[in-house]
């Protein structure tokens, strides 16, 4: 019967399908297929109990790649009345489709016959033309379009699908999916779907005229389910596990095992990419077992367990990309910050992986241990990322530093003002100096330090030409002030010395320096007092000869006189005794009438007149002669002198 034959068919093809579908994927759950063929509209319907959308497209696109691959290899029987395909996913359980893809099948590419049985169908999206749709429900069923090609349109609700994606009115459209049995209605079905309803007679007649226009296109089609029962059959029974023994279990067992193995001693990132190769290659061989194999089950639960492991495993693989990346990322040091920066977050986001490797699983301790030294290696990066940001910090505080020097060193006078730009000069070198080798702004401030350094040179030159000049200034003050003192006290000669050596400290001061000016000033000040003191001692040493010749013309006995001398008078006071000898001599050598000795007499005191006059013309001094009463006898004015 050609409704059962073309039921079976659909149920091969349904088959064929669900295997490729979740052979292509390597989905964990069977994501079921079934197909209908509702008037020239071949439908087939995905369901999962967890199925996502956002697996649709990649659903669509294996289904209607099998279905275009798999149509030059059926009759014309079948799909010359089949002209579109339209596919849907939903959750199983659920009675609405979530998403929903029309495509077009190209009659020019359907072969009318074949040369055998084993030839590969050529069939890919450039040799069918065709347009299709998908549509995706959201959580208020609101379709959104998830194409972007140029032929695809948007519809506001399942209701508005174009007319030509619609064969007949069925419960299979796509907005009406509710409780899809996926079983090819009856041919009355479909004859009052697709015709008016009308009288009896109409109504026989039309489906008399049916059956007959159908006849033929069920003789054709019963030889193209034949071929695909073939096909599906052959196919069936050379999937891996289906007949004789289950060697993908025993491949897949001992890829697992070796894996197992290599991990409890691996060390190397390389050799843990391989224990995760192997787990994979075995999933891989396992998932390719068909459901209607005798192993099916047993390969389900391998599948299910080889992914837990596997997803034990990931999170260290991932933790070693990262660290790799960081080590990768720190050769040819330094860095700038933002660079440490990045490696910082490289370790991070490494020491977050391995983290999450449960303790259960296989590389736990190996986990550890890298978790160790990653969690060191992110806190040399931390003090490598302070140190750029330490020696970023010296290098600009340098610069400011330097900017100021230069700003003090152009008002610089004193020499405590040389002295702060010495200073200011020197905190900007230490700071430069203090950046280390290994940062970013260590060549930078070496080329500063080449340039700064002999600016700090000429600057302390400076300051020791002020320091000099500022030592030899106070000293000469301090001298002028001494002397100044000595000729208080009419010491002279000390006065002259003390002012020749204030006179010559003056004259040292180095010039250019804030105390030369004012150093020869004081200079031409202390030149001038040093010849007043000369003069007042010159003064002084006469007047001290004249006081020594004093003492000796007075010396005696009895002795002859007394004396003081200043710079205006000599005065010589005759003492009582003196006088009264001499005229006791005189009185005597008269009343005897001795010549001889009042001529002597007379002699000694021209004698002694002639000396003190001699004594007043040598000080240049008037001298003045005092009798035994401190009577004035006489006064005697030198020819040169220049008092009154």
Not at 219 to 243: H, N, Q
Not at 349 to 355: G, P, S, W
Not at 552 to 567: E, L, Q, S, W, Y
Request: charged letters at 20%; one cysteine or more; glycine letters at 4%.
């Amino acid at each position: 019967m050609t409704t059962a034959t073309r039921h079976s068919d659909l149920q091969v093809l349904g088959r064929v399908l669900q295997e490729r579908l979740n052979s292509q994927l390597a989905t964990e759950r069977t994501i079921e297929v079934k197909c209908v063929l509702q008037g020239d509209t071949l439908m087939v319907l995905a369901q999962e109990a967890s199925l996502a959308s956002e697996r649709a497209e990649s659903i669509f696109n294996v289904l209607q790649d099998s279905i275009e691959a798999i149509q030059p290899s059926l009759t014309d029987s079948v799909w010359e009345q089949t002209e579109r395909v339209r596919l849907y996913l939903r959750v199983t359980g659920q009675r609405q489709p979530f998403a929903v893809r029309d495509f077009t099948l190209t009659k020019s590419n359907l072969s009318p016959a074949f040369s055998s049985a084993d030839s590969e169908p050529e069939s890919s999206l450039e040799n069918n033309n065709f347009n299709h749709n998908v549509f995706r429900w959201d959580e208020e069923n609101q379709p959104t379009d998830d194409s972007n090609s140029s032929d695809r349109k948007n519809f506001d609700s399942p209701e508005e699908l174009p007319s030509e994606a619609i064969a007949s009115e069925s419960p299979f459209t796509s907005d009406s999916i509710e409780d899809l049995a996926l079983e090819e209605p009856s041919n009355e079905a479909d004859s009052e779907r697709d015709f008016p309803l009308g009288s009896q007679n109409n109504s026989a007649s039309l489906k008399n005229q049916q059956r007959n226009a159908a006849l033929p296109t069920l003789l054709k089609f019963g030889a193209g389910v034949a071929i695909i029962s073939a096909i599906g059959g052959f196919y069936a029974v050379t999937r891996p596990c289906v007949v004789g023994e289950c060697t993908a279990i025993e491949n897949a067992q001992q890829l697992r095992n070796e894996s197992i193995n290599t991990l409890k001693t691996a060390k190397t990132e390389s050799e843990i990419q391989q224990c995760r190769a192997k787990l994979t290659k075995a999933t891989r061989e396992l998932s390719d077992i068909p459901f209607w194999s005798s192993h099916h089950g047993d390969a389900q639960k391998l599948i299910k367990s080889y992914r837990i492991e596997a997803q034990t495993i990931d999170p260290l693989i991932s933790g070693l990309n990262a660290a790799k990346l960081a080590s990768e990322n720190s050769q040819n040091s330094p860095h700038s910050i933002q660079k440490w920066e990045e490696i910082q977050s490289n370790w991070r986001q490494a020491i977050a992986q391995v983290q999450q490797v449960p303790q259960n699983s296989l590389v736990y301790a190996l986990s550890q241990q890298k978790l160790k030294t990653y969690q060191s290696n992110l806190a040399a990066i931390n003090q490598r990322v302070k140190q750029e940001q330490e020696a970023e910090t010296k290098f600009a505080l340098a610069k400011q530093t330097a900017k100021l020097g230069q700003v003090r060193q152009d008002a610089a006078k004193t020499l405590g003002h040389w002295q702060q730009v010495q200073s200011t000069w020197e905190a900007a070198i230490n700071s430069l100096s203090s950046i280390p080798k290994n940062t970013v702004a260590y060549e930078e401030a070496q080329l500063l330090l080449a340039s700064y350094q002999p600016n700090l040179a000429t600057v302390r030159d400076r300051v020791n030409q002020e320091d000099i000049a500022a030592k030899i200034y106070n000293q000469a003050i301090t001298i002028a002030s001494l002397a100044k003192s000595f000729e208080q006290q009419n010491q002279w000669t000390q006065a002259v010395t003390s002012w020749r050596r204030a006179s010559t400290y003056a004259q040292q001061v180095p010039s250019g320096t804030y105390y030369h000016a004012q150093a020869q000033q004081l200079s031409d000040s202390y030149s001038a007092s040093l010849s007043k003191a000369q003069a007042k001692l010159q003064v002084a040493l006469i007047l001290q000869k004249a006081r020594t010749d004093l003492d000796r013309i007075c010396a005696g006995v009895p002795k002859i006189c007394n004396h003081t001398v200043d710079r205006q008078t000599i005065k010589v006071y005759l003492t009582p005794a003196y006088v009264n000898g001499v005229r006791r001599t005189a009185m005597t050598a008269g009343l005897s009438g001795d010549a001889t000795t009042l001529a002597g007499v007379d002699d000694h005191l021209k004698t002694l007149q002639v000396a003190l006059e001699a004594i007043s013309e040598n000080a240049d001094v008037t001298l003045e002669i005092y009798d035994q009463n401190r009577a004035l006898i006489g006064r005697y004015v030198p020819q040169t002198t220049t008092n009154p």
